[in-house]
Every structure is written in C-alpha cells, then in structure tokens.
T-cell receptor, first 114, second 112 residues
C-alpha cells in the first residue's frame, strides 16, 4: 500500500521564525516525485515545491526548501523567515503506484502569528 | 495563462436536483483531474482523464456521479440526483508534466 502521513495536525510560529513540516510516505517505487501544496483560507491549492526522487540535491524555492531522506522515506518542508501570508494548510502529496493520481496527506494547519 | 477555470464558484441546490460543475484546464495540459474535499475525508480523487479519455474513475462514489471531457478544453462533473452528503468543495486540476498538477479555485457545493 502507498500512504502519505503528516503527523502534525497543527503548528504555530511567530513571524520571521523558521518552521519545519514533516511528511513520511511508503512506497516500493524507485523513481517518483513528491510535492508540497499550500491551501490558504481562500482554499486555492497552490503548488509550493517539487522533489524528484532520483535527485540527491534538496529542492529549494525562495524561502521554501525540502529535506528529502529517500532511505527514511521522509520529505519535510522548511519555511524560512516565515510571513503572515504563509498561514495555510500544507499538504504533502505523492503519486499512487507511479501513476498520475496523487495521494495527499491529512494536512498540517500552519499559523504564522504577528 | 489564466490557470484552471472552474464554474460556478458557489452552488446551492436542493436535494434531488441535478448539479453540473464545469472546468477549463490550462491550455496545453493533457491530463485533467476532479477532486472532492471534505473535513471528514480530506482531499479525494474522483476521476482523471488523459487526452480526454477517462483513465481511472475508481474514486467516483456512486452512479449518481458522472464526468465527461468532450474536448481538451472542457470537462464537466455531474451529480444527479444530488444529496446533502455531496456537500463539499470540488476541485479540478490539470497537468502536462508528469505528476505536477495545477488546481482551479474550486466549487463550493451545498445541497440542502
């Protein structure tokens, strides 16, 4: 079975702090992609970052970076210098059995406090 | 590009009525996905199309749900008859590169 687990239902940090959201997954695939999506109160699902499993280098997009540990099947998202606009639900997603359909984690509700 | 377009943004209907949700994918994308999001079940994939052909509809909850993609720029998700438990946010997403999906703004459906 392929599953995606986000163990932190809610997190809260002060503006400008760094926060790390965790995600673990289970798969027998060797080559795959992993994604983090953000869903702010507007409910729009926004792609934040993508990691390709065959790349050893961790993906980075401005203040967002990942810590990808393939052997441990861990894919955490780090947000540096957090901003109020980062307040949102964050979902980790993984393709099911190598197909195009994505399986999403349960989500982590992140609140950035002023 | 305008992104994925969904209409309507909000729909309120009475139980038993037919509901049609519409989606226009990003131009050039060849895959289209319909999701449903609820508090209880999270984000669920209902069906997806590749080059206008339905590939996997195993997530469609019942025969009351149907989806079509008559061409590369348009898809519909229909619920007939609608029930209160169908109340949810329905998202359409499209992709071109393998696995990277872009979502529309969603349709919030309320069935009373």
């Amino acid at each position: 079975a392929q599953t995606v687990t986000q163990s932190q239902p809610e997190m809260s940090v002060q503006e400008a702090e760094t926060v790390t959201l965790s995600c673990t997954y289970d798969t027998s695939e060797n080559n795959y992609y992993l994604f983090w999506y953000k869903q702010p109160p507007s409910r729009q699902m926004i792609l934040v970052i993508r990691q390709e499993a065959y790349k050893q280098q961790n993906a980075t997009e401005n203040r967002f970076s990942v810590n990808f540990q393939k052997a441990a099947k861990s894919f955490s998202l780090k947000i540096s210098d957090s901003q109020l606009g980062d307040t949102a639900m964050y979902f980790c997603a993984f393709p099911f059995q190598g197909a195009q359909k994505l399986v999403f984690g349960q989500g982590t509700r992140l609140t950035i406090n002023p | 590009d305008a992104g994925v377009i969904q209409s309507p943004r909000h729909e309120v209907t009475e139980m038993g009525q037919e509901v049609t949700l519409r989606c226009k994918p990003i131009s050039g994308h060849n895959s289209l996905f319909w999701y449903r999001q609820t508090m209880m079940r999270g984000l669920e994939l209902l069906i997806y199309f590749n080059n206008n052909v339905p590939i996997d509809d195993s997530g469609m909850p019942e025969d009351r749900f149907s989806a079509k993609m008559p061409n590369a720029s348009f898809s519909t998700l229909k619920i007939q008859p609608s029930e209160p438990r169908d109340s949810a946010v329905y998202f359409c997403a499209s992709s071109f590169r393998w696995h990277e999906q872009y979502f529309g703004p969603g349709t919030r459906l309320t069935v009373t």
